[in-house]
């Protein structure tokens, strides 16, 4: 895998977890709440791999619930693990984007 | 909990949804998914479940299998198997002995019922199975082994003949599979004059034959009882 896709899968990992936190969340709905929030570059199933992955990894757990109005549904709930790894991510993700941020500026300005 | 039964039972309901284009798509995935061996099998059909939902919502809001999925779907399967938890050695092993008692059993149950048939019926053969129990031993090893080698050929057969972009003909698949199954039938039927006669003669009256299957069929029942969802 390239350097590129491993920055972006770390990324997407992080935000995955972010989103799931908010509030429990299926993959049909998580992949548009990615879309809105302006991630259009990621295409819609790349999600999956990664969600297996964060469920094998214990940070995130699937549950098939009825929801209230559609059919049966895969939800995903962060665990207590997920809940250090959302921090550890926030903790990373801040040490890279200021300096990241101030050297485009200065670049820019 | 839903069972690996009701999740299978789900799809096959909602994948009728799909439009022609789409259903093609979603298919030859979820061939080449479930084939993909020692993965388990709750996780597998929860999964194919979530992608079939995925695909219904994008189809309805206009947008295809395709555009979700990309244009990879062999490699984007093989991502996706790489993730599923393998299933556990218990299970796999619950899984080998059920089809094999089923296979024993089947096999068994049904040269009973057709050799006491002729016998009674016809009066064809003696009504008694005849046989050397270490030839037995033999050729039921050999049996198992040669089910477990047709298996194998079949599902790497199927695996191979997905994400093809140009389909072999309808018919050259029909005969390529009927070829597969004559040599399979051939070689157990070799297998049967081949051994030799070893260990001590014994006799039983054929029909016991169907009676050693029903009782092999409880066991395999008890068996999948045993195998536990995950």
């Known amino acids: 895998m390239s350097l590129r896709s491993q920055l972006l899968k770390g990324i997407l990992e992080g935000c995955i977890l972010s989103i799931i936190k908010q509030q429990p969340t299926y993959g049909y709905e998580l992949s548009m709440k990615l879309q809105e929030f302006g991630l259009t570059d990621i295409s819609e199933g790349s999600i999956y791999p990664i969600l297996l992955r964060l469920q094998k990894e214990e940070l995130i757990a699937g549950e098939m619930r009825e929801s209230e109005s559609g059919p049966k549904r895969k939800y995903y709930s962060l665990t207590e693990e997920g809940q250090a790894a959302l921090l550890d991510f926030k903790q990373q993700w801040a040490s890279i984007k200021a300096p990241v941020d101030r050297m485009i500026d200065r670049e820019e300005g | ?230």
């Open chain 2, 1 to 230: 909990m839903t069972t690996v039964q009701e999740l299978i039972q789900l799809n096959n309901t909602k994948r009728s949804q799909l439009t022609r284009e789409n259903l093609k798509y979603y298919e030859e995935m979820l061939l080449y998914i479930r084939f993909a061996s020692g993965r388990s099998e709750q996780q597998t059909e929860e999964l194919l479940l979530e992608l079939l939902e995925h695909v219904l919502q994008a189809q309805q809001e206009g947008r295809t299998a395709a555009q979700v999925f990309g244009d990879e779907p062999k490699a984007y399967c093989e991502e996706l198997i790489g993730e599923i938890p393998g299933e556990t050695r218990k299970n796999q092993l619950l899984f080998s002995a059920r089809i094999t008692l089923l296979f024993l059993a089947v096999s068994s149950f049904f040269s009973g019922i057709a050799g006491a048939g002729m016998y009674y019926l016809f009066h064809i053969g003696s009504g008694q199975t005849n046989f050397h129990i270490g030839s037995a031993l033999i050729v039921v090893s050999m049996d198992v082994l040669l089910l477990y080698l047709f298996i194998m050929t079949v599902l790497r057969w199927v695996k191979a003949s997905t994400f093809k972009e140009a389909k072999p003909k309808k018919g050259l698949e029909v005969l390529q599979f009927a070829g597969i199954s004559t040599l399979s039938v051939g070689l157990f039927v070799a297998v049967l004059i081949i051994t030799p006669d070893l260990g001590p003669a014994a006799s039983i009256p054929t029909l016991y034959l169907a009676g050693i299957g029903i009782v092999l069929y409880i066991i395999s029942l008890l068996f999948k009882r045993r195998e536990i969802s995950r």
